[in-house]
């Protein structure tokens, strides 16, 4: 018997093909890659993730427990601001801490002096197609921005954080950023033992030179003296995953729209918040459908696709592209059924590794 939809799929072949770029990457370059928990932290999948990168990086303590707990190696932990409750943990976790402004520094930087101690900086320039995701946009507090507090805490921090990208595809676009970073705070890099370039960076994608990249890794390494860093999300579960859901129901209102067993604001809610469609292979064929979700909110839509053939009560649909910002976004809007989490083995055998029922939901509240 199939399994019960909605759930999320995730392919270990497709993943084995990610890491083994990110392999390249890390010998060709020197970078060590940490895995960005934000993106990805479905932690069943770990084993197979940890051997092929350097450790995680967090932006919270719960993810940097998660990282220590279920991945091992390197331990970053970052968080936008650490509190006065949370910090003596996230210090005991941490192989690295990293604050985000000399403040914070300046408050708990003392009480971290045992491990090295990171700065993120905010260069103020960045590649992002979104206002919302660009970490150099107006009045960002992401990273210190003031360059005279930056330089007065030179001499308690080892390394910098440098977070600037978002799905970048071009390393012409990722080096220039890079020259540009160089000429507006190189002095500073000098003065360091290791960099974080942050995520962003989508290099696992077709056709992408990974050499190219490496070889801007590797010479930026070289110039300062620095042990560079890479915190890949996105990239590394990019086309490993898609949602499993069954059509419920074909409404025909001008166009024919079939209702699945999930919700966009659920279990995909970064295609709401960007504004963006979802997927499907081939999206080929005489059959136009717009697949919506069965939550109440109107425009739950997860996008418009064409099919070879009609569509019929029953039927299955995969949404492609769901591993990046989406198991780590779920929640029980509308109540609607949470979707399990699978894992296709190298074999082909579907193994469920969490679902969820009633009474998840019932305790996400009270
Ligand atoms: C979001 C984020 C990442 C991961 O970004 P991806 O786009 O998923 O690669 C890495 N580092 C920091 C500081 C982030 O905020």
Not at 78 to 84: I, T
Request: charged share 25%; net charge negative.
């Amino acid at each position: 018997m199939p399994l019960a939809t909605p759930y999320y799929l995730i392919d270990e072949t497709a993943l084995a093909r990610n890491l083994e770029r990110v392999d390249t990457l890390r010998a060709a370059s020197g970078a060590k890659c940490l895995l960005a928990l934000k993106c990805f932290a479905t932690w069943s999948t770990f084993p197979q993730i940890a051997p092929h990168m350097d450790g995680t990086t967090s932006s919270s303590l719960n993810e940097l427990k998660l990282g220590r707990e279920k991945f091992g190696g390197e331990t970053h932990a970052y968080s936008v601001a650490w509190s006065d409750g949370e910090i003596d943990e996230a210090i005991a976790n941490a192989d690295k801490i990293i604050f985000n402004s000399v403040n914070q520094v300046d408050r708990f930087g003392e009480r971290a002096a045992h491990l090295p101690v990171g700065l993120r900086v905010n260069p103020g320039v960045s590649h992002s197609h979104f206002d919302l995701a660009d970490p150099a946009r107006k009045f960002s507090r992401l990273g210190e921005s003031d360059r005279a507090k930056v330089e007065a805490a030179m001499d308690r921090v080892s390394g910098f954080m440098l977070h600037c990208n978002c799905e970048n595809d071009s390393v012409e676009a990722f080096s220039t950023l890079l020259d540009q970073i160089e000429d507006k705070i190189g002095d500073l890099l000098l003065r360091l033992e290791w960099v974080s370039l942050g995520g962003g960076i989508h290099f696992t994608k077709d056709g992408y030179d990974i050499d190219g990249l490496a070889a801007r890794l590797k010479a930026f390494a070289e110039k300062f003296g620095v042990q560079v860093y890479l915190e890949p999300g996105d990239t590394v579960v990019t086309d490993t995953t898609t949602l499993e859901v069954s059509v419920l129901d074909i409404i025909e209102n001008e166009m024919s729209v079939a209702i699945v067993d999930s919700a966009v604001e659920a279990h995909m809610l970064d295609l709401l918040v960007y504004r963006e469609s979802g997927a499907v292979a081939p999206n080929k064929g005489p059959h136009r459908y717009q697949i919506a979700g069965k939550s109440c909110l109107a425009g739950d839509v997860f996008g418009t696709f064409d099919f070879p053939d009609p569509l019929a009560v029953g039927d299955r649909i995969s949404l492609l592209n769901a591993g990046g910002y989406t198991m780590v976004k779920k929640n029980w809007f509308n109540g609607v059924a949470m979707p399990a989490i699978a894992i296709r083995r190298k074999n082909g055998a579907v193994e469920v590794v969490q679902s969820f029922d009633y009474a998840d939901y019932v305790a996400s509240l009270s």
